[in-house]
């Protein structure tokens, strides 16, 4: 489940990227980069539980799925906040620098 | 059990070869490619797409952390790893998980990099061929 939702919050932000380029401005491709190496990453951890589970692997229990979808929630989370952080300290807007800076006529 | 600190080590060495890269490409200039019309383009540096390795391993190795985390494999207190204060047996599962599945994440990881470098060079060479055609 946490794969699961680690892959489609990396299409959705890769396809939101693409779909705003050449415009960079809210440096998206952070969040693209988390996902797709958090995503490939799970992936092996999948092979390796199917390996070791087969069939079983695709039938967890109700409670084992809640709690890895709870898991795949908090991730997306940490994720934005990486992503966030990321925004208001290079500020490619200069929001940040506007508001600390006033300019003086 | 810990088996992300394989690609997070992965990623230390290639950042530090990654800064590496970046001051020998400044102070080589920069590269440019000619098309067989003469018309000239700026080749993206070799440092930048080692930068694509780096921002995949450090971003899964990061939310692969907090998995571990939230699953009590690592703490953020000494010894950080919970298998180190279980004793040799539980040391040496998360040495064998981390020489298998560690290992084959880094692998991966690296293989589609690897793969990304290809398709983008191949697209470059395209695009060359394609600008002439274009005006």
């Known amino acids: ?105 | 059990m810990a088996c992300f600190l394989v690609p997070m080590t992965e990623a230390i060495v290639m950042t530090v070869v990654q800064k590496v890269v970046e001051k020998k490409e400044k102070k080589a200039g920069v590269e440019t490619v000619t098309s067989a019309d003469g018309y000239r383009m700026e080749k993206l540096p070799f440092s930048k797409k080692i930068g694509w390795l780096n921002k995949l391993l450090w971003g899964g190795s990061a939310l692969l952390a907090f998995e571990h985390l939230w699953h009590g494999e690592i703490v953020p207190f000494f010894p950080f790893l919970t298998a180190a204060s279980e004793g040799p047996e539980a040391v040496s599962e998360m040495l064998g998980e981390m020489g298998t599945v560690g290992v084959s994440m880094a692998a991966l990881i690296t293989v589609v990099w690897l793969g990304m470098l290809l398709v983008t060079s191949l697209m470059q060479k395209k695009a060359l061929k394609a600008i002439p055609a274009a005006e």
């Not at chain 1, 952070?30 to 069939?55: H, K, P, Q, R």
């Not at chain 1, 409670?63 to 906040?81: E, W």
């Not at chain 1, 952080?85 to 006033?102: A, E, M, N, R, S």
């Open chain 1, 1 to 105: 489940m946490t794969l699961l939702v680690s892959v489609f919050a990396a299409l959705i932000t890769t396809a939101i990227w693409y779909k705003r380029q050449p415009d960079n401005e809210m440096k998206l491709g952070v969040l693209c980069w988390l996902f797709w190496g958090a995503s490939l990453m799970w992936l092996v951890d999948a092979i390796f539980e199917y390996a070791e589970a087969g069939a079983e692997y695709f039938a967890p229990a109700l409670k084992d799925m809640a709690n890895d979808l709870f898991l795949g929630l908090s991730v997306v989370a940490l994720a934005m906040i990486i992503w966030l952080i990321v925004l208001l300290i290079t500020d490619p807007k200069g929001v940040v620098k506007g508001k600390l800076l006033k300019k003086k006529q």
